[in-house]
């Protein structure tokens, strides 16, 4: 009964920290980048530099938190799956084995590339460019990393939801006991 709780409350981590990456990335990336820039289209720097800090927070901070809660989780199933009386199995939903955890890391991969090194590059260009806004290489290679960001951003985002949509099947397949009949 412990190993259930157990494996069910690492579940319940697994899909906060999901449902806290992907809401996020729709909230940040869509909503109060849109809001942020109309509200403070007067102080471009101003947006800039508010955008700036909110994004740093969720990518790192947020984000990494997120991945915690996901991997410990993974782990936690795959131990209890391996090392319990408990007879725990996942439910396989796709084709293919460990397509959830394949779609973790890629989105693991990717969040770490832009919280770690393409978000400090994006800053040093940024910076470079509000000291001298008539440079227009400086605006298209801050264009591109901007773009990037985005591409990345929209793949991180289908590949949660694929992990939202894997996930659901996996709680809706219902096992039938030998003692039910249909009814």
Known sequence: MLMKRLVY???MFY?????????GMF???ILVEIIVRIKLKEQPLLASKLMNSIMDVFNIEIIY?????MVSAEIIKRLVGEFSKLEFKQVGVTKRRFVKEWILGVMIVLAIYMGSFLRPEMHEVDELKKANPTDQKLQIRFDRFHSKFI?????NMIL???LLYIHGKEMTRFRKNPNETDE
Do not use: K
């Open 27 to 29: 909230l940040l990336g």
């Open 65 to 69: 938190i997120c991945i915690g809660f």
């Open 160 to 162: 949660g939801l694929s």
């Open 9 to 11: 409350t690492f579940n």
């Open 15 to 23: 899909l906060l920290g999901l449902s806290l990456w992907v809401g």
């Open 151 to 155: 591409n990345i951003y929209s793949v």
